[in-house]
């Protein structure tokens, strides 16, 4: 039964200072807040808005405001977080490129008494996002370490996805190359489970072609783009049904999630086939020359080109 391409979008309001973010349009009344020293000494993982800063809890804005410290993985995008919510703390950078010698940094201000909190750009620190080594230092440490949850963009995508929630895992970033991005696929050919990768806008096409080369064109996927702001997008259907919408866009914006829906019984493996055999395949389906094709096969494998040549030579006794 052929399945029906599903495309959903949100338009929620616009924000007056960016384009991705969607700012709150009211003022959360919170509670009468407790006097700084209610807020024990310790590292605490405090979850942001993913998009839209309504998206924040009263406990993360209580944290924020009686912290010492606010660890940022970009100190001016949780710049636009603090002032919605009048919090003046001072801040410091902790992201990938320092994140070894600030977390020795840190975790000494930790273990003298200091307050400090951890964020991200959006989410959950630690998810995709610095925060792991910190964490471990302070662990190391005897330092207490408390989470503040909140969103997360793979939680979102999931339980609006219509695949099934569990069981499931999450795997983060997919590699970027398509070699080792395919032997990633590979691995979850047969999963019986929901897949959730991060994925990057100019990398979303060429990630579904793996898919649909290595999962097969009938496998269940869906993108969700842009989750909680003003262009949120739901797009489901069979890899190849959202490869064909996606390819058909001049331009892809936006953190994307992808999900990929568990193997069902009608689904089949794409057909084994030796290197000369797909080799002749595509020059055959893609007119295209034989160097072109080997060029296509080698990467497909994750193999250099002159190690397909010699695969050829030999008979192409191998399979892709």
């Avoid at 052929?2 to 959360?28: F, H, I, N, Q, Y």
């Avoid at 408390?146 to 999931?158: E, K, N, T, Y």
Wanted: with cysteine.
């Amino acid at each position: 039964m052929a399945r029906t391409l599903l495309s959903a979008k949100r338009r929620t309001g616009s924000d007056p200072d960016s384009d991705t973010t969607v700012r709150a349009t009211w003022d959360a009344t919170l509670p009468p807040m407790p006097a700084p020293e209610s807020l024990e000494p310790g590292l605490y993982l405090v979850a942001t808005p993913i998009g839209n800063l309504e998206d924040i809890t009263l406990r993360a804005i209580r944290v924020l405001k009686e912290c010492d410290l606010i660890a940022c993985e970009d100190t001016r995008q949780t710049k636009k977080l603090l002032n919605q919510y009048e919090i003046e703390k001072p801040t410091i950078s902790y992201h990938e490129h320092n994140e070894a010698s600030r977390a020795a940094e840190l975790v000494e201000k930790l273990a003298a008494g200091v307050r400090i909190a951890v964020v991200s750009d959006a989410g959950m620190p630690g998810i995709s996002d610095p925060g792991f080594r910190l964490l471990s230092l302070a662990i190391e440490r005897g330092i207490s370490v408390v989470p503040i949850p909140g969103p997360a963009a793979f939680v979102s995508a999931l339980v609006a996805s219509g695949l099934p929630v569990e069981p499931l895992t999450f795997r983060g970033f997919l590699p970027p190359k398509s070699g080792a991005r395919r032997r990633t696929l590979e691995k979850i050919r047969d999963s019986k489970q929901t897949e959730i990768f991060y994925e990057a806008p100019h990398r979303i096409t060429g990630t579904l072609e793996d898919a649909v080369a290595v999962l097969g064109m009938g496998r269940r996927v869906v993108v969700a783009r842009e989750l909680t702001k003003i262009h949120e997008e739901f797009l489901r259907g069979t890899a190849v049904e959202v490869l064909e919408v996606l390819k058909g866009r001049a331009e892809i914006k936006g953190e994307i999630v992808l999900l990929i829906g568990p193997a069902s019984e009608e689904e089949t493996r794409p057909a084994t086939a030796s290197l000369r055999d797909r080799v002749e395949q595509l020059m055959r389906d893609e007119k295209v020359d034989e160097k072109a094709a080997l060029k296509r096969v080698s990467k497909e494998r994750g193999i250099s080109k002159s190690e397909a040549y010699r695969e050829l030579q030999r008979g192409g006794s191998g399979h892709v």
